[in-house]
Nanobody, 126 residues
């Protein structure tokens, strides 16, 4: 099973930026970022196919967040710009060896993600 370790979380004011990193023990087919705020369900943020680099995003982050990867370093990144208080959450990296539709890949309940990291906290103050 792929081991994933997230880093880069922290506290920032609204309008600021953060870059999250996900270090993987080995490459997968697809990697995704998810987030979960207290009292809310886990939400799909973005995903990337590691071979092709094709990406997609949740509606709430489209135009503000960018997912990218460095396969040589086995790293996946999430650049978050123009952060809003509602972006505050624990952010998780996930990996899958399977092809998924965009809907499946942004579904936090998808059983196709077989590896999850421990998460990194992002807090955005107004």
């Amino acid at each position: 099973q792929v081991q994933l370790v997230e880093s880069g979380g922290g506290s920032v004011q609204a309008g600021g930026s953060l870059r999250l990193s996900c270090a993987a023990s080995e490459l997968s087919y697809l990697s995704g970022w998810f987030r979960q705020a207290p009292g809310k369900e886990r939400e799909g943020v973005a995903f990337i196919y590691l071979n092709s680099g094709v990406t997609d995003y949740g509606d709430s982050v489209l135009g503000r967040f960018t997912i990218s990867r460095d396969n040589a370093k086995k790293m996946v990144y999430l650049q978050m710009n123009n952060l809003k208080p509602e972006d505050s959450a624990m952010y998780y990296c996930a990996a899958s060896p399977y092809h998924m539709s965009p809907e499946q890949a942004l579904d936090a309940k998808s059983t196709e993600y077989i590896s999850w990291g421990q998460g990194t906290q992002v807090t955005v103050s107004s």
